[in-house]
């Protein structure tokens, strides 16, 4: 099947679900839309099971044929972030930079550091094992907070100016530093093509320096294009050319192409449309970008709800992911409360900042996506039933309660 055909379907199947929520089931469209394909997820499983239907080995299927991590990784991703990033206010994120900085390298290290140790010494009770590179390698994937889910809620939950500002710009920039170290750690295995401290650090720089300096690169011709003409249609052609020919970029000189179109949404969303753009302009290209944002939120987290077909349903494994939901949230709690504590001499988010960011710190289709980039085995099997364990735990619970729980906090500061 090809990819045309497998987009209509999913983008169809994602508005009839879409559709269903709206008049039945009345949750927020992207936690909606999710838990409606996981209950077609679930059908197909079931069909599997009781010998109506091989789900996981028909062959041509179209819920097998979609790659979930190409899909995302390679293309909606660079859609999303952009999108995101152009609602951010650059003089606010500056303002609380060193958080931010913190919170979006020392704080994704160390929380790699302690969730791959302690899984590694919890599996053997549960019943199997799992080397250590594959627990750090868990520990990477788990650690980034999603900008897709955390923007998509962050809307919707009302919390203060200062802490949307951190929780979103550590969204947005934690993700890079993340599949960094990933991709260090997969080279460990053999699987990648990254050996030794010299190559980590090399790679390091390459993405990342080099993903921040396409980014000013691409934002800046941008702005120089913009302020040459007043034609809202050509100036949203030109954004569309930033963020599907920037990425692309990225991934031809191996830079980062998430921190890329994070920095030229930045740069785009703030210069240009104070210094490039007339109120038409303006208008368009807000309400452009924020569907876009929200028809490839709605697909993606259809997306998610049908990669359930490809977990393995072992019970120790599912016990393994029970338990890693309360070792993530306490990893992050400690990680965020370090931090914030690093940067206390230059800025103070308040007593309750370090569980308001744990809280509104989802996880989403990165780290699902990550999970199923590792190689094919009963690692990369144990390690996606955690992660989607996790994941689930993070935007349906957290996701449906992060509005209450800031309501709550805030009103005990």
Same mark, same amino acid.
């Given at each position: 099947?090809?990819?045309?055909?497998?987009?209509? *379907?999913?983008?169809?199947?994602?508005?009839?679900?879409?559709?269903?929520?709206?008049?039945?089931?009345?949750?927020?469209?992207?936690?909606?839309?999710? !838990?409606?394909?996981?209950?077609?997820?679930?059908?197909?499983?079931?069909?599997?099971?009781?010998?109506? !239907?091989?789900?996981?080995?028909?062959?041509?299927?179209?819920?097998?044929?979609?790659?979930?991590?190409?899909?995302?990784?390679?293309?909606?991703?660079?859609?999303?972030?952009?999108?995101?990033?152009?609602?951010?206010? !650059?003089?606010?994120?500056?303002?609380?930079?060193?958080?931010?900085?913190?919170?979006?390298?020392?704080?994704?290290?160390?929380?790699?550091?302690?969730?791959? #140790?302690?899984?590694?010494?919890?599996?053997?009770?549960?019943?199997?094992?799992?080397?250590?590179?594959? #627990?750090?390698?868990?520990?990477?994937?788990?650690?980034?907070?999603?900008?897709?889910?955390?923007?998509?809620?962050?809307?919707?939950?009302?919390?203060?100016?200062?802490?949307?500002?951190?929780?979103?710009?550590?969204?947005?920039?934690?993700?890079?530093?993340?599949?960094?170290?990933?991709?260090?750690?997969?080279?460990?295995?053999?699987?990648?093509?990254?050996?030794?401290?010299?190559?980590?650090?090399?790679?390091?720089?390459?993405?990342?320096?080099?993903?921040?300096?396409?980014?000013?690169?691409?934002?800046?011709?941008?702005?120089?294009?913009?302020?040459?003409?007043?034609?809202?249609?050509?100036?949203?052609?030109?954004?569309?050319?930033?963020?599907?020919?920037?990425?692309?970029?990225?991934?031809?000189?191996?830079?980062?192409?998430?921190?890329?179109?994070?920095?030229?949404?930045?740069?785009?969303?703030?210069?240009?449309?104070?210094?490039?753009?007339?109120?038409?302009?303006?208008?368009?290209?807000?309400?452009?970008?924020?569907?876009?944002?929200?028809?490839?939120?709605?697909?993606?987290?259809?997306? *998610?709800?049908?990669?359930?077909?490809?977990?393995?349903?072992?019970?120790?494994?599912?016990?393994?992911?029970?338990?890693?939901?309360?070792?993530?949230? *306490?990893?992050?709690?400690? #990680?965020?409360?370090?931090?914030?504590?690093?940067? @206390?001499?230059?800025?103070?988010?308040?007593?309750?900042?370090?569980?308001?960011?744990?809280?509104?710190?989802?996880?989403?289709?990165?780290?699902?996506?990550?999970?199923?980039?590792?190689?094919?085995?009963?690692?990369?099997?144990?390690?996606?039933?955690?992660?989607?364990?996790?994941?689930?735990?993070? *935007?349906?619970?957290?996701?449906?309660?992060?509005? @209450?729980?800031?309501?709550?906090?805030?009103?005990?500061?």
């Amino acid at each position: 099947m090809g990819l045309l055909q497998i987009s209509a *379907i999913v983008v169809s199947l994602a508005a009839v679900l879409a559709f269903v929520n709206y008049r039945l089931v009345g949750l927020p469209t992207t936690i909606g839309v999710m !838990l409606l394909s996981l209950m077609v997820s679930a059908a197909l499983v079931a069909a599997d099971y009781f010998g109506v !239907l091989a789900v996981r080995e028909q062959t041509g299927s179209w819920w097998l044929a979609i790659d979930f991590n190409r899909t995302l990784m390679d293309g909606m991703l660079s859609f999303l972030l952009f999108a995101g990033a152009l609602q951010v206010n !650059l003089g606010d994120l500056w303002k609380h930079r060193f958080s931010i900085g913190v919170l979006a390298s020392v704080g994704v290290v160390l929380s790699t550091a302690i969730i791959g #140790c302690v899984t590694y010494l919890l599996v053997p009770y549960l019943g199997f094992e799992l080397s250590f590179v594959y #627990c750090l390698l868990f520990g990477a994937l788990i650690t980034p907070t999603d900008p897709i889910a955390v923007l998509a809620l962050l809307k919707q939950a009302g919390v203060s100016q200062e802490l949307e500002t951190n929780i979103t710009g550590e969204s947005l920039f934690n993700d890079g530093v993340a599949v960094v170290v990933f991709l260090a750690l997969l080279g460990l295995t053999g699987a990648g093509h990254v050996e030794g401290a010299g190559e980590i650090a090399l790679l390091f720089v390459q993405e990342v320096v080099g993903g921040a300096l396409l980014g000013l690169a691409l934002g800046g011709l941008a702005f120089w294009m913009l302020r040459r003409m007043d034609d809202h249609q050509v100036e949203i052609l030109v954004t569309l050319a930033v963020v599907l020919g920037g990425y692309q970029l990225a991934l031809v000189l191996h830079a980062s192409g998430p921190i890329a179109m994070v920095i030229a949404g930045l740069l785009v969303g703030n210069h240009g449309r104070l210094f490039a753009m007339s109120d038409t302009t303006r208008a368009h290209l807000d309400t452009f970008w924020e569907i876009v944002d929200e028809i490839l939120n709605t697909v993606l987290f259809v997306m *998610i709800g049908l990669e359930m077909v490809h977990i393995t349903l072992d019970g120790r494994y599912l016990l393994a992911g029970v338990c890693a939901i309360p070792l993530v949230l *306490i990893t992050r709690y400690g #990680c965020v409360s370090m931090a914030l504590q690093l940067v @206390r001499p230059w800025h103070r988010l308040g007593d309750n900042a370090s569980a308001l960011l744990t809280w509104a710190g989802l996880r989403g289709g990165i780290s699902v996506a990550l999970a199923l980039a590792l190689p094919p085995g009963e690692a990369r099997d144990t390690i996606l039933t955690i992660t989607y364990c996790v994941v689930l735990f993070s *935007i349906v619970v957290q996701g449906l309660s992060v509005g @209450r729980v800031i309501r709550r906090l805030n009103r005990d500061l």
